[in-house]
Nanobody, 124 residues
């Protein structure tokens, strides 16, 4: 079993930055790919970005490419989502997810474990 706990959400003005963190339990964290997803009110959950087990490969949704960066620290069982140049349309609950396959994935069905989410609100 893997438990994931997100933190770092909050209220920020458009153009600002936030860094989300996801703490993972379990000794096999370094084997897992990790993903970030988000869900805005009334919308489906959507892919934000992912990172493979080693951190050597990342993928991003077009909507966040160039503004968001995913990183991980396997020694600390942590994954991060640095969000810059935030826009009101980035407002959502952000979830981190773990995939026991070490390869990154873009689809929520590919992920085996999920955190409870953290709210990000970007004001205009």
């Amino acid at each position: 079993q893997v438990q994931l706990v997100e933190s770092g959400g909050g209220l920020v003005q458009a153009g600002g930055s936030l860094r989300l963190s996801c703490a993972a339990s379990g000794r096999t964290f370094s084997n897992y790919a990790m993903g970030w997803f988000r869900q805005a009110p009334g919308k489906e959950r959507e892919f934000v970005g992912s990172i493979n087990w080693s951190g050597g490969s990342t993928y991003y949704a077009d909507s966040v490419k160039g503004r968001f960066t995913i990183s991980r620290d396997n020694a600390k069982n942590m994954v991060y989502l640095q969000m810059n140049s935030l826009k009101p349309e980035d407002t959502a609950v952000y979830y981190c997810a773990a995939r026991t396959s070490g390869a990154s994935g873009r689809y929520s069905i590919q992920y085996d474990y999920w955190g409870q989410g953290t709210q990000v609100t970007v004001s205009s």
